[in-house]
């Protein structure tokens, strides 16, 4: 068993808790780490989508054969969101509502969906070395989709379209 309150607690930060909810709500610390770690993942998915839809890899086919859209029809960023039929907005929420509510339940906190680690159970220093991965990946693919969707909405540009225009890309350290 992996102490919760040790884990994702890496240098510099440590323990981050700027508005010190650990010391005034610590019965909810389970939920809400679980949560970040939810959230992480699915930041991870966004993120991997995010870059394989702007260069232009897309599944072959019809989005909507009875309507005629194609996926490739389907412009990146947030109009895309709003080139989707209703119908098919419809049924991608009922499964994210399936997979939330019955499949990958908010209550198991432990964040072990039974889909293992490669096929391989972790225990003791290994399982803390990959769970503080998994949080602090999560946290930078967090912050990274977040950033991408405000630096489109301010621009009106898709990250491709950014540097196709010949927008930079800042990393600190690097350029």
Same mark, same amino acid.
């Given at each position: 068993? +992996?102490?919760?309150?040790?884990?994702? +607690?890496?240098?510099?930060?440590? +323990?981050?808790?700027?508005?010190?909810?650990?010391?005034?709500?610590?019965?909810?610390?389970?939920?809400?780490?679980?949560?970040?770690?939810?959230?992480?993942?699915?930041?991870? +998915?966004?993120?991997?989508?995010?870059?394989?839809?702007?260069?232009?890899?897309?599944?072959?086919?019809?989005?909507?054969?009875?309507?005629?859209?194609?996926f490739?029809?389907?412009?990146?960023?947030?109009?895309?969101?709003?080139?989707?039929?209703?119908?098919?907005?419809?049924?991608?929420?009922?499964?994210?509502?399936?997979?939330?509510?019955?499949?990958?339940n908010?209550?198991n906190?432990?964040?072990?969906?039974?889909?293992?680690?490669?096929?391989?159970?972790?225990?003791?220093?290994?399982?803390?070395?990959?769970?503080?991965?998994?949080?602090?990946?999560?946290?930078?693919?967090?912050?990274?989709?977040?950033?991408?969707?405000?630096?489109?909405?301010?621009?009106?540009?898709?990250?491709?379209?950014?540097?196709?225009?010949?927008?930079?890309?800042?990393?600190?350290?690097?350029?």
């Amino acid at each position: 068993m +992996v102490n919760e309150l040790e884990i994702g +607690v890496t240098a510099p930060l440590g +323990v981050f808790d700027p508005f010190n909810q650990l010391a005034l709500f610590p019965e909810k610390f389970e939920r809400r780490r679980a949560v970040e770690r939810k959230h992480g993942r699915i930041a991870m +998915v966004a993120v991997v989508g995010m870059l394989v839809h702007n260069a232009g890899i897309e599944i072959p086919g019809y989005l909507s054969p009875s309507l005629g859209v194609k996926f490739s029809d389907i412009p990146d960023g947030f109009a895309g969101l709003f080139s989707i039929p209703t119908l098919g907005l419809l049924q991608i929420l009922l499964a994210i509502g399936f997979m939330e509510g019955g499949v990958w339940n908010a209550s198991n906190y432990s964040g072990d969906y039974g889909t293992g680690y490669l096929g391989k159970t972790l225990e003791g220093e290994e399982l803390k070395t990959k769970l503080d991965l998994e949080l602090n990946q999560g946290r930078a693919a967090m912050m990274g989709i977040f950033g991408a969707m405000i630096q489109e909405g301010i621009q009106g540009q898709t990250l491709a379209e950014h540097i196709a225009s010949g927008g930079k890309i800042l990393i600190p350290g690097i350029i």
